[in-house]
Structure formats: structure tokens, C-alpha cells
């Protein structure tokens, strides 16, 4: 039996390789993921480990938002038994604009300024490769990596750019080496004094590592460290240090492994549907064939083994290919993101055990699973079918017990979804709406086949009338067997729920973006910045100065413990609804002095109105106390709450001084081209700040979104090319199972490209029903996830209903193309041999 599959496989190599194909692109996806972020993974912790080499203990700041570690404590650690060596850690962003002027964009890859150590007696000894070490302020040294990459040498005059500092005259002095690859990381260390003046409040250090003695564990150091601290610092092992830094890289990385295993799960999802269609017209169409080695002595088992032989064999080189084509995935898409500069680190490719045998048995197993129902009517066929003429097609079986289920179905996922549509926190509300759209998807698969007939019959009427009887033919082979058409049309729904879900969604996105801005922002330009460096609040400064220009008004994050709890807020300088509108449920918008505005959902949650006093805290900094002046309708530009500019600064470092955002309002009567030409013209000089209008504001976040929608719908357009291929394939082997019918008709007078138009309309049919279905439904589900967002934002709902119909004219089109090959195979049937064929 086993060569019995061998040479069946062998006897139909295209239906082989568009089977295999399905396979192929579905783990292709899966392991193109996991090579893609083991790769990156691995870069990443070899980076870790050669920077934190040497330390068994690190001392910083409990929360991002503290100052650091206080100067006066180095001497305290550097007493403590058991201590080798300590060195402070001087670091923070910055941007470098080379000496043509030009802002290096490192892309994804960090920026960043440190200090210069010479005696470094933790981990390895920078070593200068060219020219020499900072000696004064106003000389820096570059890693070699950004050296190369940028085109930068000693002897370059450069500028720096720091959030709350004047930019930085600096000359290139040397270039250092970095034992890593690094992407695109700029690491530009200046003079320790230098250093502590820009990246931190001169009070502090970023943090402090710590070396042991020999015969002294790590453990036992952190331990005698953390008895020395002072409350609002913390230790932490070398090893936490690094298991910390992996797993931030891990926690940015999993994005991307979500999307690509999601794809690659939603393509096999699709491929199953077409690896069983394919078995099923397999099996039916050996029925004489099957009858006979049943008839000669092959019991069922083994015909069934036979089969499931077929699937194996075809996951298991479809698996194979996958796996092959996962290495080039990833390569590719390392190559891709290289080329956009998101400044990733290079690095050989990782294919890890893990990979390959999830990869190959994942493909492998769903094949066999899809060809299951197949295997097993091939074994109950008997062998007194083999005595007939020919064979035929199985008339469809009832589907009374199918559509029962379905309806069953349907009613359940009806009701998750409502619940998830009336739930009140938006994690229950997505989590059941998510668990809906699973089971109504699963209904209208079970459904499928008499929703077919319910819609093919009036869609052929209406389009295939101007075809007369070919028209009518091609409706009437559309729902002959509705199992085959459901399970046809089925893998276009599932990618196209999905697309067109993903288009509600993006399109509502932009949609509330608008009417944000439309609603609360009444500035006239926006400052803002496109870097891991904020607006400087001297370039609000240098705006205000302007003629022209009315106020502007700067705005910042604020974190801070409230009530000992951890908060993120705004804070605010100047006038807030001259650049905005503020609706009020009571009080005042202003955040003069110490007054707080907080938002109404924020103030209902923890029961503060206004007169409620609460005190703003950050370790090592005196308390501020703020009175609830008034309370605004929930805005997402405001956030939870916001205090005046003064608190933030109370707060927050003065090296970290900077604004999200400026918003600049115009005098009355103001040339606002003439305002804008000078706005650019004094902040050019801060290299960082772009100049918008809220139009190109609004246009710039919402190219942020299309570029994602982009990626999302490249990678669903692979998974709606395998439903393609299903219809070619399901195509194909129809017309081999009519062959005599197709004799027939054409023995009785049907001409070739009559032949040919059946096919065509009859897949046509197929895939508009497909697409009208998976339309529907993604419109309903996109427009039900967008509702359990609005608590983020997502306010408005929008359906792209052009983007809808081009969804479905496309799929019409696709249908038609899908045909073009089996059409011609039917057309090309003759007529005499195909009627003499038992």
C-alpha cells in the first residue's frame, strides 16, 4: 500500500505541488518567527553579556523616574567587605548631528552619551583604535560600529543634542572598539565632568556596578549591599541585570513573534481547508481504484493507511520546504528592517532544535489531520464498486446534522458576542468578543454549505443571466456538491474576516484621530520631535519669541508616586485653552500654581472631587501637595490628570527637563505661512524639532498606522494567495472528475471557450460568495472590536465600505484568474476520448 501512495503521489505531480504549497507557507511563517527572533535574541544577549561583563552587583533607582544613585554613596559601597571594584555608570539619550549638519538617524538603534573611564576595572578596557581619549570638555570618542556606519572621524566637528541643555559643540578626538556588533548604536563618550553635567543633575549617577572579591558570590554581595541603601535604591545580582536586559529585548521582540505566528497559524487554518478538499476529490475520484484493491484483498485499514500515507508524506516535505523557507523568511525580513534603518544588530542566522521540530510537526500533523475525514470514506468504500462502469461523484450527504450544529453554534457565539458588546471593562469585553468571533466563524463554516445555495443561486441568476445557458450550467456546478464549494469558499472568508476586520479597525483609528484633533486642538502649530530626544524647552522658549505668535504651550510627562501609589500624568507651561478645548464637569481647566485637573473617569475610579488635596512624590525629592481644581471629560491628550509645569520641574531631574509637545498659538491676523517659515528658521538650530500644522500632524500619525496596516495586510494577502491556490486546485480536479460530462456537452455541440466561461463563472461564483461572507463578517467583528476600544481612543467608528467593495470585486477577479488554467485544461478535453473513458 505504501507504493501504492508512492506512485499515486508520483501520477500527479501539480496537485502534489499545489497541496505542498499550502503547506509550505503556513510553516514557512511559524518558523521564519522563530528563527527570526531567536536570532535576534541571540545578538541581543551577546551584546548583554560582553556590556555587563564583570558585574555581580548593580545599584540604581527603583523607579525610571528618580534621579539615580546619590554621588555620596560610592565611597559607602566602596567600603563594604567583599567589594573588588565599583564604577558609576554616567549615561542618557542624546542625538548627534555630524559637521555637514545632518542629524545621524540611527533609526531603532539607541543613541547615547556616557562617560569616559579610563581606569575601568569592571569588565573588559574600552581600547581607543584611532586618535585618543577625551581629555577637556568639547572632545567626545565614537564606538567603531557608528564610526563606520556613519562616515564619522576624529578630527569632525559635531554637534550634541540633549532634552534641557544648549546644544553641544563637540570634536570627534578618537574612535573606540566594541568587541559586538552593535547596528546602528552610537555610544559617544565625553569627559566624566562633562558627562554628569549633561546626562544627569550633578547630584547623581545613572547607577553604580559593583565587582566581588574572589570567593565572594554575587548573591552574597547584593545582599550586603541592599542593607546599605537607602530607601528609593535597590541592588540587583549581574545575573538579574542581564536576565533583565534579555527580557526587556524579549518583551519588544514578542510582537513580532505574535504577528508572524499568527499568520503562519492563520495560513495553515486556511491551508487545511484545502488539503482536505483536495483528499476528499482524491478519494472520490479513486473510487474504482480503491474498490479494487478492496476487492483483491486489502482490507480498510489499509486503505485508509494508504491515504494517510499520501498526507504524511506531503506534510512531511511540505514541513520540510517550510522549514527552508522560514530561514529565508527571517533572512529576508532581518534585510528588510536593515534596510529601513531600524539599526538592528547583525548576526548568523539561529535555527535551534526547537524550531525544526515544531515546524515539521506542525505542517506534518495538520496535513494528516485534514486528509483524516478523507482516509477514512476511503476505507468504507466497497469493493462492488469497482464491477461499475465508471465512477461517480457521491451525491452530497444530508447536511441536516451539519447545519443542526451550526445553527447551534451560531446561537452560542451570538451570545458571547453580545456579552462581550455590553461588558463594561474593555478586557472582558475584547476577550469575549475575540471567543464570538471564533465561534461564529466556526457556524458559518458548518454553515456554509446551505448559506452557499442561499446566496450562489441569486448571484448566478443576476450575474450569470447575460450568459444564458452557460451562465445557468455554471450556477447549477456551483452548488452541485455545496460541501466542496463551502470548503472552497471558505479559505477566502477566513482571510478576508480578518483583512477587512483589520481595515475597520485602522480606518477607525484614523477616523478618531481626526475628530480628536478636530474637537480639542484649536493650536495652530505643533513643536514636535521624530527622536529618542524630546522637544528642548528652550525651542518653546525661542518660539515665544516669534512675532506673531500668541502663547505657546508646552506640555510633559509626569511620573510620580500619588497617594504611594505610581502615576503617569501630564504636566502644563502656559495657557491651555487657547491650543485646546477642555470641556469641564466642574471647577476650572487652569493648573495655576498648585492646582491639579484630573479627568472624569480618573477622579470617579478613586473618588476625588474637587477641594481633595493629594501630595505628588519621587524619592529623594520634597513632596508636593496639589488641590483638585477641576475635573475634564476624559481626553486622550491630557490623560488621567495634569498639574502646572512648576510641579514637574519640582519633581523631576533637571538634566530631563523636556516637552512632548509644544502647541503654538497665533496672534489674530497672523501670515500663518509667514509664522511657520520663522518658527523653522529658530528652531533649526535645535536639529530635533519639526515644525506641523494639525493637518500634518494628524497626517504624520496616521502614515504611522498605514505603515502598520501595510505590514498587516502583506502578510494576510499570503494567507488569501493559499485560498487562491485552493481554488485553482479544487478547480482542476472538478473538471477531471467531469471529464466525461465535459465530453458530453461537448460532443452535443458546446464550443471551447463556452467550456472555458463555465469554469470561470462557476469559480467566479465560488469566490464572490467566499468574499461576500468574510466581508460581512469582518465588518461586523471590526466594528465590535473598535467599540471595546473606545476606552483607548478609539471613539469613532468607521467602515471603509470602499475598501469593502474593492475587497470583493478583487476576489471576483481572483476567481476568474484562479480558473484561467483549469478552464483551459476543460476547453481542451476532447470530446470522443473523454465519453469513451469508463
Same mark, same amino acid.
Given at each position: 500500500m505504501r507504493t501504492v501512495a508512492l506512485r499515486d503521489l508520483r501520477s500527479h505531480k501539480v496537485r502534489l505541488a499545489l497541496t505542498l504549497i499550502s503547506v509550505v507557507l503556513g510553516t514557512a511563517f511559524v518558523a521564519g518567527s522563530f528563527v527570526f527572533t531567536d536570532t535576534l535574541k541571540h545578538s541581543f544577549d551577546t551584546i548583554f553579556a560582553t556590556s555587563d561583563k564583570g558585574i555581580d552587583t548593580r545599584v540604581q533607582a527603583v523607579h525610571g523616574y528618580q534621579a539615580g544613585v546619590p554621588t555620596g554613596l560610592l565611597g559607602t559601597l566602596e567600603k563594604l567587605p567583599g567589594v573588588a571594584a565599583v564604577q558609576p555608570r554616567i549615561e542618557d539619550d542624546l542625538v548627534l548631528v555630524d559637521e555637514h549638519g545632518k542629524r545621524v538617524d540611527t533609526g531603532g538603534a539607541p543613541s547615547v552619551g556616557g562617560a569616559w573611564q579610563p581606569r575601568t576595572r569592571i569588565g573588559d578596557p574600552t581600547r581607543i583604535v584611532d586618535g585618543r581619549a577625551p581629555a577637556r570638555t568639547g572632545e567626545i570618542v565614537i564606538n567603531d560600529g557608528a564610526a563606520s556606519k556613519y562616515h564619522l572621524r576624529p578630527g569632525e566637528h559635531v554637534k550634541i543634542v540633549v532634552p534641557n541643555a544648549a546644544v553641544q559643540a563637540a570634536t570627534i578626538v578618537g574612535v573606540y572598539h566594541v568587541s559586538f556588533d552593535t547596528g546602528g548604536y552610537v555610544g559617544a563618550l565625553f569627559s566624566r565632568a562633562q558627562a554628569m553635567s549633561l546626562f544627569t543633575d550633578g547630584r547623581h549617577y545613572t547607577a553604580v556596578d559593583l565587582a566581588a572579591r574572589p570567593g565572594v558570590s554575587e548573591q552574597a554581595l547584593t545582599a550586603r549591599v541592599a542593607a546599605a541603601l537607602p530607601t528609593g535604591l535597590e541592588a540587583k545580582t549581574g545575573t538579574q541585570v542581564r536576565d533583565d536586559d534579555a527580557q526587556g529585548v524579549a518583551n519588544a521582540l514578542s510582537f513580532v513573534t505574535y504577528i508572524?505566528?499568527?499568520?503562519?497559524?492563520?495560513?495553515?487554518?486556511?491551508? @487545511?481547508?484545502?488539503?482536505?478538499? @483536495?483528499?476528499?476529490?482524491? =478519494?472520490?475520484?479513486?473510487?474504482? &481504484?480503491?474498490?479494487?484493491?478492496?476487492?483483491?484483498?486489502?482490507?480498510?485499514?489499509?486503505?485508509?493507511?494508504? =491515504? @494517510?500515507? &499520501?498526507?504524511?508524506?506531503?506534510?512531511?516535505?511540505?514541513?520540510?520546504?517550510?522549514?527552508?523557507?522560514?530561514?529565508?523568511?527571517?533572512?529576508?525580513l532581518h534585510a528588510l528592517l536593515d534596510s529601513l534603518n531600524l539599526g538592528l544588530p547583525s548576526g548568523g542566522l539561529v535555527l535551534s532544535t526547537r524550531t525544526i521540530l515544531i515546524s515539521v510537526l506542525l505542517g506534518t500533523v495538520v496535513t494528516v489531520l485534514a486528509a483524516s475525514a478523507p482516509a477514512r470514506r476511503a476505507g468504507r468504500t466497497a469493493p462492488v464498486a469497482a464491477m461499475r462502469e465508471e465512477f461517480a461523484t457521491p451525491t452530497a450527504a444530508s447536511l441536516r446534522r451539519r447545519t443542526a450544529l451550526g445553527v447551534v453554534v451560531a446561537v452560542g457565539g451570538a451570545a458571547v458576542t453580545v456579552a462581550g458588546a455590553t461588558a463594561s471593562k474593555a478586557s472582558a469585553a475584547a476577550s469575549f468578543t475575540g471567543l464570538g468571533l471564533v465561534a461564529v466563524c466556526a457556524a458559518a463554516m458548518l454553515l456554509s454549505p446551505v448559506l452557499a445555495r442561499w446566496l450562489i443561486v441569486p448571484l448566478g441568476r443576476v450575474i450569470g443571466r447575460p450568459f444564458g445557458p452557460v451562465g445557468q450550467l455554471a450556477r447549477t456546478n456551483a452548488v452541485r456538491n455545496p460541501r466542496r464549494t463551502a470548503a472552497t469558499a471558505f479559505a477566502l472568508t477566513l482571510g478576508l474576516v480578518l483583512v477587512t476586520g483589520i481595515a475597520v479597525i485602522g480606518s477607525s483609528m484614523k477616523a478618531s484621530i481626526d475628530k480628536l484633533f478636530a474637537d480639542n486642538v484649536t493650536a495652530d502649530y505643533i513643536l514636535t520631535t521624530s527622536t529618542s530626544v524630546n522637544v528642548p524647552p528652550a525651542a518653546a522658549v525661542a518660539a515665544r519669541h516669534v512675532p506673531g505668535v500668541a502663547s505657546v504651550t508646552e506640555i510633559q510627562t509626569l511620573r510620580a508616586s500619588i497617594d504611594g501609589k505610581s502615576r503617569i500624568g501630564s504636566s502644563v507651561d502656559g495657557p491651555l485653552t487657547t491650543v485646546m478645548r477642555v470641556p469641564l464637569d466642574a471647577g476650572s481647566s487652569s493648573t495655576a500654581g498648585l492646582r491639579m485637573i484630573v479627568s472624569h473617569k480618573f477622579a470617579t475610579d478613586h473618588d476625588w472631587t474637587v477641594g481633595t488635596r493629594h501630595t505628588l512624590s519621587v524619592p529623594g525629592v520634597r513632596p508636593v501637595t496639589v488641590t483638585v481644581g477641576g475635573i475634564f471629560k476624559d481626553d486622550q491628550l491630557i490623560g488621567d490628570w495634569a498639574v502646572n509645569g512648576n510641579v514637574y520641574r519640582a519633581l523631576t531631574p533637571q538634566n530631563r527637563w523636556s516637552d512632548d509637545v509644544a502647541l503654538v498659538h497665533a496672534s489674530k491676523g497672523t501670515d500663518l505661512e509667514a509664522l511657520r517659515a520663522n518658527l523653522k528658521r529658530v528652531t533649526n538650530d535645535f536639529y530635533v524639532v519639526n515644525v506641523r500644522n494639525r493637518t500634518e500632524y494628524q497626517g504624520m500619525i496616521a502614515s504611522q498606522i498605514n505603515g502598520l496596516l501595510g505590514l498587516l495586510y502583506g502578510l494576510l494577502g499570503l494567507a488569501i494567495v493559499i485560498a487562491i491556490l485552493g481554488i485553482v486546485n479544487t478547480q482542476a480536479l472538478s473538471v477531471i472528475e467531469r471529464r466525461r460530462e465535459i465530453g458530453m456537452l461537448r460532443a452535443v455541440g458546446m464550443h471551447r471557450a463556452q467550456v472555458r466561461r463555465t469554469v470561470y463563472l462557476e469559480s467566479l461564483f465560488i469566490a464572490v460568495f467566499g468574499a461576500l461572507l468574510g466581508v460581512s463578517l469582518g465588518v461586523g467583528f471590526g466594528a465590535l472590536f473598535t467599540r471595546t476600544l473606545r476606552g483607548q481612543g478609539l471613539g469613532t467608528l468607521s467602515i471603509p465600505w470602499t475598501q469593502a467593495g474593492l475587497f470583493v470585486g478583487l476576489a471576483a477577479v481572483v476567481g476568474v484568474l484562479a480558473a484561467v488554467w483549469p478552464g483551459i485544461r476543460a476547453a481542451r478535453t476532447p470530446a470522443l476520448t473523454a465519453i469513451a473513458t469508463p
Open positions: 508572524l505566528l499568527g499568520f503562519g497559524i492563520v495560513a495553515l487554518l486556511v491551508g @487545511t481547508f484545502i488539503i482536505y478538499n @483536495t483528499f476528499s476529490m482524491i =478519494v472520490a475520484q479513486r473510487q474504482r &481504484e480503491l474498490a479494487l484493491l478492496r476487492a483483491i484483498g486489502a482490507g480498510r485499514k489499509q486503505v485508509r493507511r494508504s =491515504v @494517510t500515507s &499520501e498526507a504524511f508524506l506531503i506534510g512531511l516535505v511540505g514541513s520540510g520546504l517550510g522549514l527552508g523557507g522560514g530561514i529565508g523568511l527571517a533572512f529576508g
